[in-house]
């Protein structure tokens, strides 16, 4: 019994991996079709309610006011303008792509959840040395979104 829903299990894989594959204009190679499960809409949710948290936690997540950090907050929009209008981002106009800046000089990240949600540590933007550095690291992190890559 076991063997047969491991066999089961194998079959139905192969045959949704080669039905989901589409073949380049020679025929030869094959690119796999992006698949998810979850809707635009429950990508947007979640990063909401990650965002939620987030903000609900400033012991571990002090996020900076842009009313006091309004110049901070503008070069990373124009960074993340830059990007969306590069016209290499699928889901530019689905998600509102949020900003938020955390203060922690000793963390060099930055992340972005599902549905475009962008947090920024002012050590990554401390860090860096150019403003293409961090448009690079964005770009990745608008990339996971856009991308869909956590659902």
């Known amino acids: 019994m076991k063997n047969n829903l491991s066999l089961f299990l194998l079959i139905t894989g192969l045959l949704i991996g080669l039905s989901s594959c589409k073949k380049d204009e020679d025929g030869v190679s094959c690119e796999l079709i992006p698949f998810n499960a979850f809707t635009l809409a429950q990508d947007k949710e979640l990063g909401m309610q990650v965002a939620a948290g987030i903000a609900a936690d400033p012991k571990n997540y002090p996020i900076l006011s842009e009313s006091q950090y309004p110049a ?12 969306l209008n590069s016209g290499k981002v699928t889901n530019k106009s689905s998600f509102d792509w949020p900003v938020y800046i955390i203060k922690d000089d000793k963390t060099l990240n930055a992340f972005c959840t599902p549905g475009g949600y962008i947090f920024v540590y002012t050590g ?3 860090f860096l040395d ?9 770009g990745h992190e608008i990339a996971h979104a856009d991308k869909r ?3």
């Open 130 to 138: 150019t403003e293409d550095d961090l448009a690079g690291v964005l």
């Open 72 to 83: 901070s907050y503008a070069y990373i929009r124009k960074i993340r303008d830059n990007i």
């Open 149 to 151: 890559h956590s659902s």
């Open 124 to 126: 990554l933007i401390k």
